[in-house]
């Protein structure tokens, strides 16, 4: 298990200001030739996971690549599928989902909002 940093990878980094903030990307074993379950809490447009499978790239060649996210909301703007979902949401695109987790937030919960 680990944490994978994709900050450099998104396709809108220049908007995100001068100095993204860089997390790091916290792998400890090689990831070549094993499949792997790459895991995301909201899969909207699919741009995020675009960025992740190509830091995973570039860390090494897995033998297959797996997508589990908990909230599938629709609106793909690239060819990306998730092999496991938790809940499908359909949302319009003013509605936001905000995932939050016990061991971070202390609560495990599913926010469906509208944008401001």
């Known amino acids: 298990m680990g944490k994978l940093d994709i900050t ?3 396709d809108d980094l220049t908007t ?3 100095q993204p903030v860089v997390h790091g990307t916290e792998i400890k074993s090689s990831i070549v030739g094993k499949k792997l379950v790459l895991v995301d809490d909201v899969l909207y447009t ?3 996971v675009r960025a992740a499978l190509d ?3 570039d860390i090494g060649r897995p033998l297959a690549i797996q997508l589990a996210v908990l909230v599938d909301r629709g609106h793909r703007e690239l060819p990306i599928r998730a092999d496991f979902v938790g809940k499908n949401i359909p949302t319009s695109r003013k509605e936001i989902i905000l995932v939050k987790l ?3 937030d202390k609560i495990d919960q599913v926010v469906l909002g509208e944008l401001i």
């Open 46 to 48: 699919g741009r995020t």
């Open 16 to 18: 995100l200001g001068d």
């Open 102 to 104: 016990e061991e971070v």
């Open 8 to 10: 450099l990878y998104r």
């Open 55 to 57: 830091a995973i790239v």
